[in-house]
């Protein structure tokens, strides 16, 4: 297994690229390799089957991305297929693709559900070097026989976890067996659980292994604390925590749909500059919505996990999880929104009294323990009739840190600019 740390440091000219793609990566301002850009490009650029593990914002998309650019034939294809779990993932990849693209007559066509499958299929028919898809609507074009999988020289699973997770297992497998035999495959993974492992056995060819592992998640660029509060009081603190941080560019997360739309019915009441994200809505206004918060026409979205995962949005300053997530991994993938690329970024996670394993979870999952905040004033506790606010179990515990008993962190003074609250 390879690490990072084993890379030395690398520049682009030294990976063996034409001068095209040097010339594209200029235009997208690429000075350096990430680190796994550093690590998989020259293996696959040899034709070696991949399992890198990495989450999103490491530069993920272009360690494939380069390598399949550099050595597909050009016209008559697909000659790549890139399968990813989410629509939005895969818009953002085909963007990417084509950022990494330019100036060549490269086609990448996205293909996802909630899109009409006709212009679809027009477009497939133009036979595109490259096609990246949800594993659902990939299946739907086999069946329609609007995608020919037989010029296939390379297969990409992206985020593969996310897709097994999703249960994308079984359109998954019914693909990789329509694949010719002779092909190269990169599967990317946050994590390699073992059902990762054996479809990498059955569907790989001694793949090199290199590991850069989402334990770097909680990296020293996010500051993660958190808040104990009672339920019905985390939109009190959602507002004050807001009003105190003032950030630029914020994502707030929910565990449902529901929780995600009236936490955004609430919020609207108090700032125009807020949007919410979640599956219920029609693509084109989850695209729309994406868009708009990469162009800071607003500051606040709130979202659902399986929306917020994979969204490449680089210069996120605040995650807010206003729902403790349900799974360590999804915290994870939650805080990566944030601090991407070496950029700074905070974290705040709302706990309710109830919730202390969560935490524990989360903090065993991320080696690391979460710093206790407070807002100024504000008392997280509803009142009861004999005013007992138990307090949260990790508050009491002997081996809470030093700096916790010493009261809140003190914060350093943040940029003024527009107020969104
Ligand atoms: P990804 O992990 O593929 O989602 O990439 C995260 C972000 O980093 C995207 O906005 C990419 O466009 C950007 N990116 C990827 N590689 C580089 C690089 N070498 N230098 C600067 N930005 C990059």
């Known amino acids: 297994m390879t690490t990072p740390e084993d890379a030395p440091e690398k ?18 301002r690429y000075q350096v390799p990430s680190p796994i850009q550093a690590g998989v490009i020259p293996i696959a650029l040899e034709g070696k089957d991949v399992l890198g593990q990495a989450r999103t914002g490491t530069g993920k998309t272009a360690a494939f991305g380069i390598p399949i650019i550099e050595t597909i034939p050009p016209g008559k294809g697909p000659h790549a297929l890139i399968l990813v779990p989410t629509r939005e993932l895969a818009v953002q990849v085909r963007d990417e693709i084509a950022k990494l693209s330019k100036g060549m007559s490269i086609q990448c066509v996205a293909i996802y559900g909630g899109k009409p499958i006709r212009g679809q299929m027009d477009k497939l028919k133009r036979n595109p070097e490259i096609v990246v898809g ?10 329609r026989n609007s995608l020919n999988l037989e010029k296939l020289s390379v297969v990409v699973l992206d985020e593969a976890d996310r897709m ?14 329509r694949c010719p035999q002779e092909r190269q495959t990169m599967l990317l993974s946050a994590t390699v659980p073992p059902p990762i492992e054996r479809l990498a056995n059955r569907y790989m060819n001694d793949p090199v292994k290199i590991d850069f592992s989402p334990t770097n998640i909680s990296a020293d660029t996010i500051e993660q604390h958190y808040f ?7 939109m009190e603190l959602l507002i004050r925590l807001l009003r105190r941080e003032q ?10 749909k529901r929780g ?7 919020l609207q009441k108090k700032t125009k500059l807020v949007r919410c994200i979640h599956g219920d809505m029609h693509q084109g206004a989850r695209n729309r919505t994406i868009t708009d918060f990469k162009a800071n026409r607003y500051r606040i979205l709130i ?41 700074e970024g905070v974290a705040y996670t709302f706990v309710t009294p109830e919730e202390g394993n969560q935490l524990t979870r989360i903090e065993m999952r991320i080696d690391k323990l979460l710093i206790r905040d407070e807002i100024e004033g504000f008392d997280p506790y509803v009142k009861t009739a004999v005013e007992t606010s138990p307090p949260h179990s990790r508050d009491v515990n002997s081996d809470t840190p030093e700096e916790e008993k010493d009261g809140p962190p003190k914060k350093t003074p943040r940029r003024r600019h527009r107020r969104a609250l």
């Open 164 to 177: 097994l997770d999703i249960g994308f297992r079984p359109d998954i497998e019914k693909i990789l067996r």
């Open 260 to 266: 995600t739309e009236k936490l955004f019915q609430r």
């Open 11 to 28: 520049r682009f000219t030294d990976l063996k690229l034409s001068q095209k793609m040097l010339d594209a990566l200029e235009a997208a």
């Open 134 to 143: 949800t594993p659902g609507r990939v299946i739907d074009h086999m069946t």
């Open 228 to 234: 104990t509060v009672d339920g019905p009081k985390k």
């Open 247 to 256: 950030p630029t560019k914020c994502i707030v997360f929910c565990r449902t």
């Open 303 to 343: 979202a659902t996990d399986v929306v917020g995962r994979g969204i490449d949005i680089s210069d996120v300053t605040l995650i807010v999880n206003y729902d403790v997530p349900e799974y360590s991994d999804d915290y994870v993938h939650r805080v990566g929104r944030t601090g991407r690329m070496g950029k």
